[in-house]
């Protein structure tokens, strides 16, 4: 059963939810997005688990169905999650988060631990100086000609619906795998997960980069709850070796899928629901 509503927070702001779940009361999982300034994208996963438990999702403030035009901050969208747990009547949850939802899951499990009785961390977050290596691979992946129409994109004070969706497309189609295939999803993507909030993004990668989680590694290793894992694509262009350092210095297991890039489940569908589905059945009974 799917249901979906707005719930008011502190600071007057509306978020939009969705829940898919049944009548019987169950530790739930949310979902988190990432961006930031993305709308809410993983409709897919949600019933890949959705019988073993309630599964929420929502659009973080500023994005999708929940509008907000003022100021970003880490410490706000912790307290969203905070407020919506408090609205869907949720003590404590299983979080699974994707990229910079990874991010904050971990800062919300630092935050609140007693809140957080699983953490699932996919495709992200990584640590060190990552960035350098992934804009390589990025260029890698393409061609002279698609990095120079990207850089042109980039640099256009404002751009019409066309060279957005181009932006765009040509920003996402290297998270994946395949080329060909990444080409398809990332056009298809450019028009869906719109329209971003390029101020949140904006907003929060700066705070992001003045207070990165690399610096509450050992605060987050002591709140993290007894089920926590990592899951990567091993063909994320986003270095892998970023993801072991974060993994190692946590101590938490690492799954690498691989044929599979930044978004796994789309490249390989079956081995992230085996290990989703493995992941929640294990949190939900511990």
């Known amino acids: 059963m799917q249901t979906q509503g707005f719930a008011l927070m502190s600071d007057k702001a509306r978020l939009h939810w969705v829940a898919l779940r049944d009548t019987a009361p169950q530790l739930p999982v949310v979902m988190l997005h990432g961006g930031p300034g993305l709308p809410d994208y993983?409709?897919?996963?949600?019933?890949?688990v959705a019988d073993l438990a309630p599964v929420y999702r929502y659009d973080q403030r500023g994005t999708g169905r929940s509008p907000w035009d003022g100021?970003?901050?880490?410490?706000?969208?912790?307290?969203?999650l905070a407020e919506l747990?408090?609205?869907?009547?949720?003590?404590?949850?299983?979080?699974?988060?994707?990229s910079y939802g990874t991010d904050l899951a971990s800062r919300f499990c630092m935050a609140h631990p007693d809140r957080v009785a699983g953490i699932l961390l996919m495709c992200g977050?990584?640590?060190?100086?990552?960035?350098?290596?992934?804009q390589a691979e990025r260029d890698h992946r393409m061609s002279a000609a698609q990095q120079g129409r990207l850089r042109a994109l980039k640099q256009l004070p404002c751009r019409t619906e066309e060279q957005e969706v181009e932006l765009l497309t040509l920003a996402w189609f290297?998270?994946?795998?395949?080329?060909?295939d990444g080409w398809?999803?990332?056009?298809?993507?450019?028009?869906?997960?719109?329209?971003?909030?390029w101020a949140m993004n904006g907003e929060l990668g700066r705070e992001g980069r003045v207070d990165p989680l690399d610096e509450h590694l050992a605060e987050l290793h002591a709140?993290?709850?007894?089920?926590?894992?990592?899951?990567?694509?091993?063909?994320?262009?986003?270095?892998?070796?970023?993801?072991?350092?974060?993994?190692?210095?946590?101590g938490l297991p690492l799954t690498r899928i691989e044929g599979a890039g930044h978004?796994?489940?789309?490249?390989?569908?079956?081995?992230?629901?085996?290990?989703?589905r493995r992941f929640v059945q294990d949190a939900v009974r511990a």
Request: hydrophobic content about 45%; overall charge negative; aromatic content about 6%.
């Open 42 to 48: 993983l409709g897919d996963i949600a019933p890949m």
């Open 71 to 80: 100021h970003h901050s880490l410490a706000r969208h912790i307290t969203d």
């Open 85 to 98: 747990l408090d609205a869907w009547e949720v003590p404590r949850a299983v979080l699974i988060g994707h």
């Open 125 to 134: 977050p990584f640590v060190g100086d990552w960035h350098t290596v992934y």
């Open 174 to 180: 290297t998270d994946h795998a395949r080329p060909e």
């Open 184 to 197: 398809r999803w990332a056009a298809q993507d450019a028009q869906r997960r719109r329209p971003i909030n």
């Open 223 to 250: 709140c993290l709850p007894v089920r926590a894992e990592i899951l990567g694509g091993a063909n994320d262009p986003r270095p892998v070796s970023a993801l072991e350092l974060f993994a190692l210095r946590l």
């Open 263 to 276: 978004e796994p489940w789309l490249e390989q569908p079956i081995a992230v629901r085996a290990h989703l």
